[in-house]
């Protein structure tokens, strides 16, 4: 079976597919009803590319099924057994500062540049056509090659719920949402709010009218807003002298403008995936860093304040939150603060923490609770996704270490637990496999996302030559 030679024929189509895909804004918004009567849950945006990607299968004689909007899945194949392949096509919002269109699938230099093109588009298209080119080259796999289709895996997975409480879950498989070589462990993931309710302060002296930042909780924010009040005569040449001297001492970008009596304080940041915060500038920490420099006359507003850069901030593995915790298969804890608001009642943050994989959520629930309740913070759980940890040697993670060395060369990349969240924590026997190439840049949830195109065609012959390795009648995992 000349397998690449029916990859090779199909990578300008696939190129095309990609950008189509691209060119569908498909962030998480509100529930809607469609023109045909049907409830679309996660939007219009994610509805239209689900909708793209179901007839694509179609059009390639793939037998397709759609779950009530919640997801759907392309099949390939026959057989009692079920290979999985679980990718998603919802995306985190674009952000500002792009160079170009974020939804414009513009080619330059070798790359196709958008949001969702390493995260999780561009792997999506790449698994679809490696299935195409199975199918065109005659291949009969002895297990049904199932490319299942979630819709909102940057946000709250009630997709992937609903959709495996009326389908079987797969029997294993990977999931291309990641990094290559192979993920064989995702540390623990938590969300939750950290939150102080306020009284009344004084009316004079220094209000804060308004706090904001952020995109999503699992992104580094990049921007973040106060607006301030007083009536204090000179007030505001002081607070804009403050900032000058801030952003001397410190290099971070921020601007104040008038709005109407009160004074608006903008404040810049870096953004990237919130599971590896280093690698980006958080935007919420620079605004609080400044506004720690500032006396605001309620006092439970300076106390969060202080908490926050004291205990949060730019403490990116939680130590001062006594947190630090760590474990030799999977390394340090991170920390990301992804949301910040503020209303008359209260003042939070929203937060998002990946533990190592022996530890627990209640491990970290408990040792950070001392020094909330010095502060009289209280916490609002909403999300805690267990780690996930499978042995290097097992049949599984060996096969694909096998068949990423043979298309690579690469001889040096080990196994990786990552700070991820990836679909494989939603079934049993699943594990993350690419599509980030060892030593390439990570520009998931970032400005200017990219794909290059040689990488794209690599992962298409990965995958092509995985999904045939794993359907082998004498596989086992």
Same mark, same amino acid.
């Given at each position: 079976?000349?397998?690449?030679?029916?990859?090779?024929?199909?990578?300008?189509?696939?190129?095309?597919?990609?950008?189509?895909?691209?060119?569908?804004?498909?962030?998480?918004?509100?529930?809607?009803?469609?023109?045909?009567?049907?409830?679309?849950?996660?939007?219009?945006?994610?509805?239209?590319?689900?909708?793209?990607?179901?007839?694509?299968?179609?059009?390639?004689?793939?037998?397709?099924? +759609?779950?009530?909007?919640?997801?759907?899945?392309?099949?390939?194949?026959?057989?009692?057994?079920?290979?999985?392949?679980?990718?998603?096509?919802?995306?985190?919002?674009?952000?500002?500062?792009?160079?170009?269109?974020?939804?414009?699938?513009?080619?330059?230099?070798?790359?196709?540049?958008?949001?969702?093109?390493?995260?999780?588009?561009?792997?999506?298209?790449?698994?679809?056509?490696?299935?195409?080119?199975?199918?065109?080259?005659?291949?009969?796999?002895?297990?049904?090659?199932?490319?299942?289709?979630?819709?909102?895996?940057?946000?709250?997975?009630?997709?992937?719920?609903?959709?495996?409480?009326?389908?079987?879950?797969?029997?294993?498989?990977?999931?291309?949402?990641?990094?290559?070589?192979?993920?064989?462990?995702?540390?623990?993931?938590?969300?939750?709010?950290?939150?102080?309710?306020?009284?009344?302060?004084?009316?004079?002296?220094?209000?804060?009218?308004?706090?904001?930042?952020?995109?999503?909780?699992?992104?580094?924010?990049?921007?973040?807003?106060?607006?301030?009040?007083?009536?204090?005569?000179?007030?505001?040449?002081?607070?804009?002298?403050?900032?000058?001297?801030?952003?001397?001492?410190?290099?971070?970008?921020?601007?104040?403008?008038?709005?109407?009596?009160?004074?608006?304080?903008?404040?810049?940041?870096?953004?990237?995936?919130?599971?590896?915060?280093?690698?980006?500038?958080?935007?919420?920490?620079?605004?609080?860093?400044?506004?720690?420099?500032?006396?605001?006359? +309620?006092?439970?507003?300076?106390?969060?304040?202080?908490?926050?850069?004291?205990?949060?901030?730019?403490?990116?593995?939680?130590?001062?939150?006594?947190?630090?915790?760590?474990?030799?298969?999977?390394?340090?804890?991170?920390?990301?603060?992804?949301?910040?608001?503020?209303?008359?009642?209260?003042?939070?943050? +929203?937060?998002?923490?990946?533990?190592?994989?022996?530890?627990?959520?209640?491990?970290?629930?408990?040792?950070?609770?001392?020094?909330?309740?010095?502060?009289?913070?209280?916490?609002?759980?909403?999300?805690?996704?267990?780690?996930?940890?499978?042995?290097?040697?097992?049949?599984?993670?060996?096969?694909?270490?096998?068949?990423?060395?043979?298309?690579?060369?690469?001889m040096d990349s080990e196994p990786i637990v990552s700070a991820g969240g990836t679909y494989a924590r939603a079934c049993p026997n699943v594990v993350a496999f690419g599509?980030?190439?060892?030593?390439?840049?990570?520009?998931?949830?970032?400005?200017?996302?990219?794909?290059?195109?040689?990488?794209? +065609?690599?992962?298409?012959?990965?995958?092509?030559?995985?999904?045939?390795?794993?359907?082998?009648?004498?596989?086992?995992?």
């Amino acid at each position: 079976m000349d397998l690449q030679k029916y990859i090779e024929a199909n990578r300008g189509p696939a190129i095309e597919t990609l950008k189509e895909l691209i060119r569908i804004r498909s962030d998480r918004s509100s529930a809607v009803e469609g023109e045909d009567s049907q409830i679309y849950p996660f939007g219009e945006g994610v509805q239209r590319v689900f909708e793209y990607m179901l007839a694509k299968g179609e059009e390639m004689g793939f037998s397709v099924e +759609n779950i009530d909007n919640y997801g759907g899945h392309i099949d390939f194949g026959e057989g009692e057994e079920t290979v999985g392949v679980m990718g998603h096509l919802d995306v985190v919002p674009a952000g500002d500062g792009w160079d170009s269109d974020p939804y414009g699938a513009e080619e330059e230099d070798g790359y196709i540049i958008g949001r969702g093109t390493t995260d999780d588009k561009g792997p999506v298209i790449a698994s679809l056509y490696a299935m195409k080119a199975l199918k065109d080259a005659g291949y009969k796999p002895h297990r049904k090659i199932r490319l299942i289709l979630g819709l909102d895996e940057e946000t709250e997975w009630e997709g992937m719920d609903y959709y495996f409480d009326k389908v079987e879950t797969p029997d294993f498989g990977i999931t291309p949402d990641a990094d290559f070589p192979v993920i064989n462990g995702e540390k623990g993931i938590m969300v939750f709010e950290l939150a102080k309710k306020l009284t009344k302060g004084n009316a004079a002296g220094l209000q804060l009218g308004k706090l904001s930042g952020g995109e999503a909780v699992n992104m580094v924010a990049s921007q973040a807003r106060a607006v301030v009040r007083s009536d204090a005569k000179g007030a505001y040449e002081k607070i804009r002298e403050k900032l000058a001297d801030f952003m001397v001492e410190t290099g971070y970008k921020l601007k104040t403008k008038g709005v109407g009596k009160s004074l608006e304080i903008l404040a810049d940041g870096v953004a990237c995936h919130g599971a590896r915060p280093e690698k980006g500038l958080n935007a919420i920490s620079v605004l609080m860093s400044f506004l720690g420099r500032l006396n605001f006359a +309620n006092e439970d507003v300076n106390e969060f304040i202080d908490f926050y850069n004291g205990h949060v901030g730019f403490n990116m593995y939680g130590e001062e939150l006594g947190i630090g915790f760590e474990d030799e298969k999977s390394g340090r804890l991170s920390v990301n603060n992804g949301l910040i608001s503020y209303d008359k009642d209260s003042i939070s943050v +929203n937060v998002n923490v990946r533990y190592p994989v022996s530890f627990s959520a209640d491990d970290v629930y408990d040792a950070m609770q001392p020094i909330l309740d010095k502060y009289a913070i209280g916490v609002v759980k909403h999300v805690d996704m267990e780690p996930l940890y499978f042995d290097a040697d097992s049949n599984l993670i060996k096969t694909l270490m096998d068949v990423y060395i043979e298309e690579t060369g690469d001889m040096d990349s080990e196994p990786i637990v990552s700070a991820g969240g990836t679909y494989a924590r939603a079934c049993p026997n699943v594990v993350a496999f690419g599509g980030l190439f060892p030593g390439d840049p990570d520009i998931m949830h970032q400005k200017n996302e990219k794909i290059a195109i040689d990488r794209f +065609n690599k992962m298409t012959d990965i995958y092509a030559k995985a999904l045939y390795r794993l359907t082998q009648a004498d596989f086992t995992i």
